[in-house]
């Protein structure tokens, strides 16, 4: 019996499709995460514990504040997003998905600090863990969406601020750990222009252009920046990037005083 042997000619064997997992997917960071993998030509699974993404290839709910506290939604989770997979390797985790409970220490109950740190925290060290095999093999990265409030924050943002400067401290810690198994990065955007964004500003049109000027850039993020500042840590191009926080702040994390 002879073997056939593929000569230089021969229609190469595919390599297996990459696959990302992104949580928080249907608001606009999420659809700017799941479209900017879309176009690196990855399959994009994506999740939320409400609504649709059109942006990605498999979607599905799920609230991810249930994974720190079951076994059984640990598995569940797992087998969607395996499921999901088909016959692609999973290269990414993006962790977006995030709880945002606006309150003084006076106002905050224990149940809002816990499904902070549940959702903004436990969640993404969970989702590392039950793929990190996955992305063992894959030679793949971790990808935190991170906050400026990790490091500057304002009245009213305790439990968000410590989550967040929690989570980056998680990536630099899960860096160190993982070695040259997976890298693991945060992306720590400012504002960013989201539909959420300007409704807050539906009745301040002069605020939301006040916000844009106290950047130093005179500008605020767009939502399709992360997605591609997310999908170039992910990529081969930044492959000696790993354990860092990305500033995309236009230069307010630099300016003493933001008065928004």
């Given at each position: 019996?002879?073997?056939?042997?593929?000569?230089?000619?021969?229609?190469?064997?595919p390599q297996?499709?990459?696959?990302v997992?992104?949580?928080?997917?249907?608001?606009?960071?999420?659809?700017?995460?799941?479209?900017?993998?879309?176009q690196?030509?990855?399959?994009v699974i994506?999740t939320?514990?409400?609504?649709d993404?059109?942006?990605?290839?498999?979607?599905?709910?799920?609230?991810l504040?249930?994974?720190?506290?079951?076994?059984?939604?640990?598995?569940?989770?797992?087998?969607?997003?395996?499921?999901?997979?088909?016959?692609?390797?999973?290269?990414?985790?993006v962790?977006?998905?995030?709880?945002?409970?606006?309150?003084?220490l006076?106002?905050?109950?224990?149940?809002?600090?816990?499904?902070?740190?549940?959702?903004?925290?436990?969640?993404?060290?969970?989702?590392?863990?039950?793929?990190?095999?996955?992305?063992e093999?894959?030679?793949?990265?971790?990808?935190?969406?991170?906050?400026?409030?990790?490091?500057?924050?304002?009245?009213?943002?305790?439990?968000?601020?410590?989550?967040?400067?929690?989570?980056?401290?998680?990536?630099?810690?899960?860096?160190?750990?993982?070695?040259?198994?997976?890298?693991?990065?945060?992306?720590?955007p400012?504002?960013?222009?989201?539909?959420?964004?300007?409704?807050?500003?539906?009745?301040?049109?002069?605020?939301?252009?006040?916000?844009?000027?106290?950047?130093?850039?005179?500008?605020?993020?767009?939502?399709?920046?992360?997605?591609?500042?997310?999908?170039?840590?992910?990529?081969?191009?930044?492959?000696?990037i790993?354990g860092?926080?990305?500033?995309?702040?236009?230069g307010?994390?630099a300016?003493?005083?933001?008065?928004?």
């Amino acid at each position: 019996m002879s073997l056939a042997l593929t000569s230089a000619h021969d229609t190469p064997v595919p390599q297996k499709e990459r696959a990302v997992l992104v949580t928080g997917a249907t608001g606009d960071i999420g659809i700017a995460l799941c479209e900017a993998f879309r176009q690196q030509n990855y399959r994009v699974i994506a999740t939320d514990h409400r609504g649709d993404s059109n942006a990605a290839d498999v979607f599905f709910n799920f609230d991810l504040a249930d994974l720190p506290r079951s076994p059984t939604a640990q598995q569940r989770f797992k087998q969607a997003v395996l499921d999901g997979l088909e016959d692609s390797s999973l290269c990414c985790c993006v962790n977006n998905a995030a709880v945002q409970i606006l309150a003084s220490l006076d106002d905050l109950d224990d149940a809002d600090v816990q499904q902070t740190l549940d959702v903004n925290l436990f969640a993404p060290l969970i989702i590392c863990r039950l793929f990190l095999p996955h992305l063992e093999r894959a030679r793949g990265s971790v990808v935190n969406i991170g906050s400026i409030h990790a490091d500057l924050t304002k009245p009213g943002f305790l439990a968000y601020a410590t989550s967040k400067g929690a989570l980056r401290t998680l990536t630099q810690a899960l860096a160190v750990d993982l070695g040259p198994r997976v890298r693991v990065n945060c992306i720590q955007p400012a504002a960013v222009d989201t539909q959420m964004l300007r409704a807050g500003f539906a009745e301040n049109t002069s605020g939301l252009t006040r916000l844009h000027q106290y950047h130093p850039s005179q500008r605020i993020a767009d939502a399709s920046e992360i997605g591609e500042i997310a999908a170039f840590l992910a990529s081969e191009a930044a492959r000696s990037i790993t354990g860092a926080s990305i500033d995309v702040s236009n230069g307010i994390a630099a300016r003493l005083h933001d008065p928004a």
